[in-house]
């Protein structure tokens, strides 16, 4: 069971950090419509509409990229002093009353945008020559997809963690700077440091 949880986590992952790329690619068309506009006086009308798409389908698709590294934000700042088998809990009874019937909402509206949009070969109506808008709105009903999937994942966690009292494990990823966590890597103690500033303070004021 727990492969097939981590391979989830992985195929989350993986898609989460492929669609990451278009914020490279975003930068790009921006720096370059930047550059189009104002130096050779020739802006390009569909690039906006195309902007907007790139910015939506990175942010869409990193849902279940998010939930698979449990990023999401929570707005309550006593769950973390929980024991985890409230903290299970508490995930399991939100999951099935808000999380799994959002999802299957926002799979089911996005399948009909999408259909719908596909039918009539939709095009943005910002510009004259808009892009199509039937591929942006497809990503709406998969990433909604790969996010419920993602979900039935962190439930089965929860109801592993109500039997054995403590959460699996997951797929590591990068995590941010924790000074305490680096002075501790290399061994080094506040002390160290304070030692460290007062040479250097008199090693300058020698000079």
């Avoid at 989350?12 to 930068?27: C, E, N, P, R, Y």
């Avoid at 809990?89 to 009909?112: E, K, N, S």
């Amino acid at each position: 069971m727990q492969n097939i949880l981590l391979f989830i986590d992985k195929v989350s992952s993986w898609v989460g950090q492929a669609f990451s790329w278009l914020i490279v690619a975003l930068t790009f068309l921006i720096s370059w419509e930047v550059f189009s506009r104002y130096v050779l006086n020739h802006p390009n009308p569909w690039s906006f509409d195309l902007m907007i798409m790139m910015y939506g389908s990175a942010f869409m698709m990193a849902g279940a990229y998010t939930l698979a590294k449990n990023g999401h934000v929570r707005g309550d700042v006593l769950y973390g002093f929980f024991p985890p088998r409230l903290q299970a809990g508490l995930d399991l009874l939100l999951y099935f009353v808000f999380f799994i019937p959002g999802v299957i909402a926002l799979v089911w509206a996005g399948y009909t945008y999408a259909a719908e949009s596909l039918a009539i070969n939709e095009h943005s109506t910002l510009t004259a020559n808009g892009p199509p808008l039937y591929p942006f709105k497809m990503v709406i009903p998969i990433s909604g997809i790969l996010l419920l999937i993602q979900g039935v994942v962190e439930i089965i966690r929860c109801i592993i963690c109500l039997r054995d009292g403590e959460w699996p494990t997951r797929v590591k990823d990068v995590e941010e700077v924790d000074v305490d966590k680096l002075k501790a890597m290399v061994q080094v103690k506040d002390k160290d440091l304070a030692e460290a500033d007062q040479f250097a303070i008199k090693q300058s004021g020698s000079q």
